[in-house]
């Protein structure tokens, strides 16, 4: 019974990347990408985004970093 679901477990991986390479896969949203940047405005709120999501990236890894200090001693106290 096992050999049947690993079979059939297989078989639909395979479908599925056949049809996302059918769709167009990566090279599609990498083509995309590229004739989107051409223009100045949109590189310049690609860089925006890309500061903006740094940015948050850098105060969740902040607060991540205060929570865990304060959850550890609380540990300690008990």
């Known amino acids: 019974m096992e050999a049947i679901t690993l079979l059939i477990a297989v078989v639909a991986l ?3 990347i056949l049809a996302y390479q059918r769709t167009g ?8 990408m590229e004739s ?9 709120q690609m860089d ?5 999501t740094n940015s948050l990236r ?6 991540l970093d205060r929570l865990e200090k304060v959850v550890r ?5 008990e």
């Open 14 to 16: 395979v479908i599925a």
């Open 25 to 32: 896969g990566t090279a599609e949203l990498k083509r995309q």
């Open 36 to 44: 989107m940047t051409s223009s100045p405005d949109m590189k310049k």
């Open 48 to 52: 925006a985004l890309v500061a903006m």
């Open 58 to 63: 850098e105060k969740t890894a902040d607060a």
């Open 73 to 77: 001693k609380t540990e300690k106290s």
